[in-house]
C-alpha cells in the first residue's frame, strides 16, 4: 500500500497543479481525459479520491494502454476542483503540457 | 514527444486492437479494429474507427456431439461497423493477424 501522504507532500502537489493551471495546458473531467488519453495527449492524470471504483479503474486502464501516469489525489473532487483554482468539482484530470510546472516528473519520482 | 522516464505516452486505438462494443446492437461484442481515424474526417468529425466484430459466438461444444452437430455449433458470424471511439472500450489484447479492407470487402460484403 502507499504510505500515507504527509500535509507537506498534499501542498507540493496543489502548489504544482496550480503552476500547470496558470501556464499548462490541461484537461477537466472524465469525457475529456479519456479523449485526451486515447489521442495520447495526456502526459498525467490525476483522479480524486471518491471517484466511483468503476470509473477510477476504467481511467487507470486507459492510463496503463496508453502508459500514462496516474496520480491518486489526496483530496475529493471538491478539493481537486478548488486545487485547480475553479468554483466546480473535477473528479478527474489530464495534465497535456506542464508548462513550467514540474508535476509531471515529481510525480513519477514519487511513485519510484 | 514528450516523455517521463523511460515511458513515452502512446495512442493505443490502432489496428489490430482487440475493442469491446459498448452500445448499440452489438454491445458486449468483441472486435477489432481494422482502420482507425484519429482525427475524424468531415463527415465524422470526431475519433472513430472501422471495427470487425463477433455477432454471433460460436455455441458449446462437447465431446459427445457428432461431426455435423460440431460443425453448426462452431459456426461464427461477424459485423463490420464504424463506431465513435465513446462508444469502443479498449484491452490490452492486440490481433497480431494480417488485417486489410479489401480483405474484409471480399469476406463479408461479396460472401454474404
Known amino acids: 500500500m502507499a504510505p500515507k501522504k504527509s500535509k507537506k507532500q498534499s501542498d507540493n502537489v496543489n502548489a504544482r497543479l496550480g503552476m500547470v493551471m496558470k501556464s499548462g495546458k490541461y484537461c477537466l473531467g472524465y469525457k475529456q481525459t479519456l ?3 486515447r489521442t495520447g495527449k495526456a ?4 483522479i480524486s479520491n471518491n471517484t466511483p471504483a468503476i470509473r477510477k479503474s476504467e481511467v487507470e486502464y486507459y492510463a496503463l494502454l496508453s502508459k500514462t501516469g496516474v496520480h491518486e489525489y489526496n483530496g475529493s473532487n471538491i478539493e481537486l476542483g478548488t486545487a485547480c483554482g475553479k468554483y466546480f468539482r473535477v473528479g478527474v484530470l489530464a495534465v497535456i503540457d506542464q508548462g513550467d510546472s514540474d508535476i509531471i516528473s515529481a510525480m513519477s519520482t514519487e511513485q519510484q | 514527444l514528450e516523455s517521463y522516464g523511460d515511458i513515452a505516452m502512446g495512442k493505443f486505438m490502432k489496428s489490430g486492437k482487440v475493442v469491446l462494443v459498448l452500445g448499440g446492437r452489438f ?9 482507425n481515424y484519429d482525427e475524424g474526417t468531415t463527415d465524422k468529425p470526431y475519433g472513430h474507427a472501422l471495427v470487425a466484430g463477433i455477432d454471433r459466438y460460436p455455441r458449446k461444444v462437447t465431446r459427445s456431439m457428432g461431426k455435423k452437430k460440431l460443425k453448426q455449433r462452431s459456426k461464427v458470424k461477424s459485423f463490420v461497423k464504424v463506431y465513435n471511439f465513446n462508444h469502443l472500450m479498449p484491452t490490452r489484447s492486440v490481433f497480431k493477424g494480417k488485417l486489410n479492407l479489401l480483405m474484409l470487402y471480399f469476406l463479408f460484403i461479396v460472401g454474404s
Do not use: P
Open chain 1, 35 to 37: 479523449k485526451s488519453l
Open chain 2, 27 to 35: 454491445s458486449g461484442r468483441k472486435a477489432v479494429i481494422v482502420k
Open chain 1, 43 to 46: 502526459k498525467l492524470v490525476i
